[in-house]
T-cell receptor, first 117, second 113 residues
Framework: AQSVAQPEDQVNVAEGNPLTVKCTYS??????LFWYVQYPNRGLQFLLK??????LVKGSYGFEAEFNKSQTSFHLKKPSALVSDSALYFC???????????????FGRGTQLTVWP | NAGVTQTPKFQVLKTGQSMTLQCAQD?????MYWYRQDPGMGLRLIYY???????DKGEVPNGYNVSRLNKREFSLRLESAAPSQTSVYFC????????????FGQGTRLTVV
């Protein structure tokens, strides 16, 4: 079965500092990984994804993510945080098991990022 | 281009009442999902439809039924609402392909009293 874990419920950083939101995954085969952001009272918005290729993936709003196969991690990063980055961030993995669960998208529990001025 | 549209946005039900949450997408996507979001639990998959005419149970299907009415629409029904179903419900869709990202609706905040 495929799964992702977000080990931190909350991350607090000062504006202008780099930020990292952690995600680890467990999959059989090659992982298809995604990051989403959720602002208060809104739906989830796609940020970026890793399918194959470069381990550093660039996405929306200046975010990037580093895929590390040996550590089974896909951490979300940004070089300089903004107050407006404060939101709930979700890591997700696509189910690639052949069978009835093929194609499903599974999410982590989310990490609340707070960027203070 | 509206994307994924959910109705209603808010609903209060009494225990035992029934209701249907509606979802429609205008992106010609094959796959559609229903999730519920609860504090500290993240998003949990209720039902999944890989294509028109097919539906499969997700992680937490008990107490729910779904209908994939056509390619555009995927509805979620609560036959007899319970307080444990108080949650925020999200519908999502994506086109075919493992590497494709999902698009989400704005959510339905449901309270069962």
């Amino acid at each position: 079965a495929q799964s992702v874990a977000q080990p931190e419920d909350q991350v607090n950083v000062a504006e202008g500092n780099p930020l990292t939101v952690k995600c680890t995954y467990s999959v059989s085969g090659n992982p298809y990984l995604f990051w989403y952001v959720q602002y208060p009272n809104r739906g989830l918005q796609f940020l970026l994804k890793y399918i194959t290729g470069d381990n550093l993936v660039k996405g929306s709003y200046g975010f990037e993510a580093e895929f590390n196969k040996s550590q089974t991690s896909f951490h979300l990063k940004k070089p300089s945080a903004l107050v407006s980055d404060s939101a709930l961030y979700f890591c997700a993995v696509r189910d690639l098991d052949r069978g009835s669960t093929l194609g499903r998208l599974y999410f982590g529990r989310g990490t609340q990022l707070t960027v203070w001025p | 281009n509206a994307g994924v549209t959910q109705t209603p946005k808010f609903q209060v039900l009494k225990t035992g009442q029934s209701m249907t949450l509606q979802c429609a997408q205008d992106m010609n996507h094959n796959s559609m999902y229903w999730y519920r979001q609860d504090p500290g639990m993240g998003l949990r998959l209720i039902y999944y439809s890989a294509s028109e005419g097919t539906t499969d149970k997700g992680e937490v299907p008990n107490g729910y039924n779904v209908s994939r009415l056509n390619k555009r629409e995927f509805s979620l029904r609560l036959e007899s609402a319970a307080p444990s179903q108080t949650s925020v419900y999200f519908c999502a869709s994506n086109r075919q392909g493992a590497g494709t990202e999902a698009f989400f609706g704005q959510g339905t905040r449901l309270t069962v009293v």
